[in-house]
């Protein structure tokens, strides 16, 4: 918590405790009276306070106060305790009198030696309660970073990788760092973390001054299907061979992906809303263009400002992009490229609402705009692979970031196609404990810096399980609205009826978010370097299905029955208690295995995996849309719970991401 908060929050007790103290030097010694009446003022201040921020701010999910509202409560707390002390004696009198008479003495006038006793043990017992609490969550939770390489006992962990997973050591614990920060950030926390998040909130836009250039508005337009754009753009293919990028084609990507489509206003608040989904809407990312042979536009960096609809200069010439090439995965994904988009993320948008969970939103919230920005490339024919694998200081450098508070962590060449080039070796960036935060910890220890040479880098490889006889294959994706459309319609939504979805919907959901296919694995452009997810169904309300959980088998296009029954309360329960989890047709559940995590770079695919389930989870809201479909992510929620939902062990394969689907009123 930041330092002013509490200070402001501390606030009226300093009065308070001043105008006594000033009270006591001019010789005028409060009574208790006073005291109590001055106690009684400041004590409802503070449960106003409790109750304004939970009925107007907490209760609606607006501003992210939660820090104001739990605070106040602790001060409320403390109030009530001191304001029962002052008391005290009346209030044992009064208890004294309705006791029975075997806890008192005949006279009434004190509790027997043995129920003393008794307070004092549980009163003493509520302290040292409450200290232990305090230190688990404030105190003594230092980490050291011992070893480079997985332990034996965390096999296979790490097994293969070419960068070597960084083994943590916290408290009792020793564990790969990844690992520590997810088991530390899920709901409720199964390893503490070494300290709070303590950002301010930042502008939602980059401060970035420079000439700038104005977009074409991006023209309302379909083009092809969702589902259509999603099989170009996963086949690598590209219709531009002579082609030059146009400014057009640039607006049209760079709305899609980031664009404001729509303003509200909210208690004399304007609330941009952007084209792609953000949690909490708090819309962390940021895109650079890095130019190199753009109709209409010199060579440079420059910055896209989604609500003016413009590009800023940043930094003029041609150097940049060669630098991008040098310092990242793919190198030959650049060689045909006329420029490159680089999302980068200003971490304390997110993190001063959700604090050490901000660090898997923002990775959605970059997997989410990249979703939109590569199909609609696809759409207007060109190539746009999601290139994770880079050396994140280089990077940084070369768009004049600090790489701290606002970090790259997707590049996206739009070019036509891949050149072979050996990939590039890396190194981990090492964890260093006594950062800020732990955000700061976790992106620095998943951080890769250029280690030279190169060679062949091993892969996850497209696999399907042997067929089973319960396996239900899905029927032909149903058809929706093309992309564009889809995208610009889309918002979240948690208003479901009980309507029943159709079971070609659900195949063009699971189509359009994670449809593989076994005959182009070297062209899959979605973050080749980065563990598969899991992604199971928890259906509710499809025809032709029967209510339970299925896993998607996206090879055979096919579902795998997990668990049957009607889970509907149960998914209710493990979103902490959020209603519309139990009303929606289907809630998709998005996993990654620990043991797949690690390869090729050690603690950096955590990162692969959160961008890989943005993406996944834009997959499932552009369809939805195109569909006509309700829709709404989840990333808050009780992991073990969710684990249990879909029957898999959370030390072994870990929820990530929750989208929920249902038919709009």
């Known amino acids: 918590m930041a330092s002013h908060k509490l200070l402001l929050l501390l606030a009226p007790i300093a009065l308070w405790l001043a105008w006594i103290a000033l009270r006591a030097l001019s010789g005028h010694r409060p009574t208790r009276a006073s005291v109590t009446v001055g106690l009684s003022l400041v004590t409802l201040l503070y449960f106003t306070g409790v109750v304004g921020t939970g009925i107007f701010w907490v209760a609606t999910q607006e501003l992210p106060v939660f820090d104001w509202h739990y605070l106040t409560g602790y001060l409320l707390l403390a109030l009530t305790l001191v304001h029962v002390a002052l008391h005290w004696r009346n209030v044992a009198a009064f208890l004294r009198r309705g006791s029975p008479a075997a806890l008192v003495d005949p006279e009434k006038a004190r509790f027997r030696a043995w129920v003393r006793a008794a307070a004092r043990a549980t009163a003493l017992g509520a302290c040292v309660t409450v200290a232990f609490m305090l230190g688990a969550r404030h105190g003594g939770r230092e980490l050291t970073v011992v070893t480079s390489a997985c332990p034996a006992d965390a096999a296979p962990l790490g097994k293969g990788a070419l960068t070597p997973v960084q083994v943590v050591k916290a408290g009792s614990r020793t564990l790969p760092l990844a690992q520590l920060y997810h088991e530390g950030s899920s709901y409720p926390a199964h390893a503490a973390l070494p300290g709070l998040t303590v950002k301010t909130r930042p502008d939602p836009y980059l401060g970035v001054s420079g000439p700038a250039t104005p977009l074409p508005e991006a023209k309302p337009g379909g083009g092809v299907s969702v589902l259509q754009a999603y099989a170009d753009w996963r086949a690598g293919r590209s219709s531009q061979p002579d082609a030059r990028l146009t400014l057009e084609q640039l607006s049209a990507i760079l709305y899609h992906a980031q664009g404001v489509n729509q303003t509200i206003e909210r208690r004399n608040r304007s609330l941009d809303l952007r084209t792609a989904p953000s949690a909490g809407a708090l819309y962390p990312v940021n895109i650079y263009v890095v130019v190199d042979d753009v109709a209409g536009l010199e060579p440079g960096v420059y910055s896209y400002h989604p609500k003016r609809g413009a590009l800023i200069l940043v930094k003029a010439g041609k150097n940049a992009l060669w630098q991008l090439a040098t310092a990242s995965g793919s190198p030959g994904a650049y060689d045909t490229a006329p420029a490159a988009l680089v999302l980068t993320t200003t971490f304390g948008r997110t993190a001063f609402k959700y604090e050490e969970r901000a660090y898997r939103y923002v990775a959605m919230d970059t997997g989410h705009a990249a979703y939109n920005l590569s199909l609609t490339a696809a759409t207007l024919g060109w190539r746009a692979p999601m290139i994770a694998r880079f050396d994140d200081g280089a990077v940084a450098t070369a768009l004049g970031l600090d790489g701290t508070d606002e970090a790259p962590l997707l590049l996206i060449p739009?070019?036509?196609?891949?050149?072979?080039?050996?990939?590039?070796?890396?190194?981990?960036?090492?964890?260093?404990?006594?950062?800020?935060?732990?955000?700061d910890l976790i992106?620095?220890?998943?951080?890769?810096?250029?280690?030279?040479?190169?060679?062949?880098?091993?892969?996850?490889?497209?696999?399907?399980?042997?067929?089973?006889?319960?396996?239900?294959?899905?029927?032909?994706?149903?058809?929706?609205?093309?992309?564009?459309?889809?995208?610009?319609?889309?918002?979240?939504?948690?208003?479901?009826?009980?309507?029943?979805?159709?079971?070609?919907?659900?195949?063009?959901?699971?189509?359009?978010?994670?449809?593989?296919?076994a005959d182009t694995p070297a062209q899959d452009p979605l973050l080749v370097t980065s563990a598969p997810l899991g992604l199971y169904a928890v259906v509710r309300n499809v025809a032709g299905l029967a209510p339970g959980v299925y896993r998607y088998l996206?090879?055979?296009?096919?579902?795998?029955?997990?668990?049957?029954?009607?889970?509907?309360?149960?998914?209710?329960?493990?979103?902490?208690?959020?209603?519309?989890?139990?009303t929606a047709d289907v809630v998709f559940v998005k996993t990654v295995r620990w043991a797949d995590l690690f390869l090729p770079d050690g603690d950096r695919g955590y990162r692969y995996a959160n961008l890989r389930a943005g993406v996944v989870g834009e997959g499932l809201y552009v369809e939805a849309a195109a569909l006509g479909l309700g829709v709404c992510g989840v990333g808050a929620f009780q992991d073990p719970d969710v684990a249990a939902l879909v029957g898999v062990d959370p030390r072994e394969e870990a929820p990530l991401y929750i989208t929920t689907v249902g038919k709009k009123p």
């Open 443 to 517: 992106h620095g220890g998943t951080s890769l810096r250029m280690a030279g040479g190169g060679g062949p880098l091993p892969r996850h490889p497209a696999t399907a399980p042997a067929p089973a006889p319960t396996d239900i294959a899905l029927p032909a994706p149903a058809q929706g609205l093309p992309l564009l459309e889809a995208i610009r319609a889309r918002r979240s939504g948690r208003d479901y009826t009980n309507a029943t979805m159709t079971l070609a919907e659900l195949s063009a959901l699971f189509a359009a978010s994670a449809g593989e296919r």
């Open 414 to 439: 739009i070019g036509k196609a891949d050149k072979p080039s050996p990939e590039p070796l890396f190194a981990s960036a090492p964890a260093v404990a006594g950062q800020r935060s732990f955000v």
């Open 554 to 582: 996206p090879l055979a296009h096919a579902l795998a029955p997990r668990r049957a029954g009607d889970l509907s309360a149960a998914a209710e329960a493990a979103c902490v208690q959020q209603e519309f989890c139990r």
